[in-house]
């Protein structure tokens, strides 16, 4: 009897502490892909030469292998996996919801730029950095069936908690400002999101995050 050969596993290039990585992570263990989906760790400071040479030119992780092609940027990626593999949808059907979550997923973007800049550079805490918490804080009350973006989790979610769980930490340390102050919803959101298991598998001490980001902090 003739038997047919199982398609070979896809490959997640991804480094463990990369945020952008984490965002597909997260994606792969909430729709349960781990046989699916191959973790391929990188190692982001000393990466090997075959990755840049033979695998994705432009050398960024996370980057996923998947019928003999490369795709790669973070939120790309986990909207392909959501679409392309099995596992509970990420994205619902509701055109409003659906429209709702590609403006946020868009900014997530923006959002992480405008977050990063003052503790990149000796800026205590600049307004387009308030303003897109604010904006996130607003975002939060649109859909009032659930805590999370579209109320329900989903890849609006996905796209902000590595970014927020970072910055949480930098902006509590590094400049004793706390984001969740007068942001009730973000701060609910913070803690209905530890309450998701293929995100707080992702997790790592805070003392650990800060000590790996200290030197690029101002
Ligand atoms: N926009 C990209 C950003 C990816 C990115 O910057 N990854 C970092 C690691 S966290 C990286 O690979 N940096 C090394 C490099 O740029 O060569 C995405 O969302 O995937």
């Known amino acids: 009897m003739a038997t047919s050969a199982a398609a070979p596993a896809a490959r997640l290039y991804m480094g463990y502490f990369c945020p952008f990585s984490q965002r597909t992570?997260?994606?792969?263990?909430f729709k349960v892909l781990q046989e699916e989906i191959k973790l391929v760790a990188i190692h982001v400071q000393d990466k090997p030469a075959w990755y840049k040479e033979k695998l994705y030119p432009k050398g960024t992780v996370p980057s996923l292998e998947h019928n003999n092609e490369i795709r790669a940027e973070s939120l790309d990626l986990i909207k392909y996996i959501d679409s392309n593999f099995g596992g509970p949808a990420l994205l619902p059907q509701d055109p409003a919801k659906r429209q709702f979550a590609d403006e946020l997923i868009t900014f997530a973007?923006?959002?992480t730029k405008a977050l990063y800049s003052p503790l990149m550079s000796h800026v205590e805490m600049s307004e387009e950095a308030a303003?897109?918490?604010?904006?996130?804080?607003?975002?939060l009350s649109k859909f009032n069936d659930g805590p999370f973006f579209l109320g329900k989790f989903s890849l609006a979610d996905i796209s902000y908690v590595k970014i927020l769980e970072r910055v949480q930490i930098y902006y509590s340390h590094v400049r004793n400002y706390d984001i969740t102050e007068?942001?009730?919803?973000?701060?609910?959101?913070?803690?209905?999101m530890n309450k998701i298991e293929a995100y707080t598998q992702t997790k790592y001490e805070p003392m650990f995050l800060l000590d790996l980001a200290k030197k690029h902090l101002k």
């Open 131 to 139: 303003a897109a918490l604010d904006k996130i804080e607003a975002a």
């Open 109 to 111: 973007d923006t959002f």
């Open 182 to 192: 007068g942001r009730p919803n973000l701060e609910k959101f913070i803690e209905e």
């Open 25 to 29: 992570w997260v994606t792969r263990n």
